[in-house]
């Protein structure tokens, strides 16, 4: 979390949200081990000070030395990975279908933790895993 506070870019479209009228939440932070490194990603949402139900905005993503704030999840993955839809495709499945199924995981396991359902969450962190080292494994090839 540090070296997302300290990413400028970040901090200061943070600090510019906090100060127009919203509430800025950090959502939970995921921390999940890949290739002999760690993925962090956390979700950013947005609350007016009138409204109730705050609004998925951004999510950081970092990667060994690199942090990125995006709108999705997708696109995080692409720029710490440094991946993009040039990569050659790899028995199986192609980059953008690996990194959208990435995108569902994650936003099924947010709604199992809203609900509270753990078993739900676990499962889906299961399958964000093994998304995300795929991706990297085919970044590597690159």
Request: aromatic content about 6%; overall charge negative; hydrophobic content about 40%.
């Amino acid at each position: 979390e540090a070296r997302m506070n300290q990413t400028p870019e970040i901090a200061q479209q943070l600090t510019l949200w906090d100060q127009r009228g919203s509430n800025v939440i950090r959502g939970n932070l995921l921390v999940i081990p890949i290739d002999h490194n760690l993925l962090y990603v956390a979700p950013i949402y947005l609350q007016a000070e009138t409204g109730k139900i705050p609004e998925l905005k951004r999510v950081i993503v970092a990667y060994s030395e690199r942090v990125a704030m995006t709108e999705t999840l997708e696109e995080g993955l692409r720029a710490v990975l440094a991946a993009g839809p040039t990569l050659p495709p790899k028995e199986g499945r192609a980059w953008e279908e690996i990194a959208q199924s990435a995108q569902e995981h994650y936003a099924r396991a947010q709604e199992c933790l809203q609900a509270g359902d753990w078993v739900c969450y676990g499962a889906e962190l299961e399958a964000l895993e093994r998304d995300l080292q795929e991706l990297v494994e085919m970044a590597g090839e690159e």
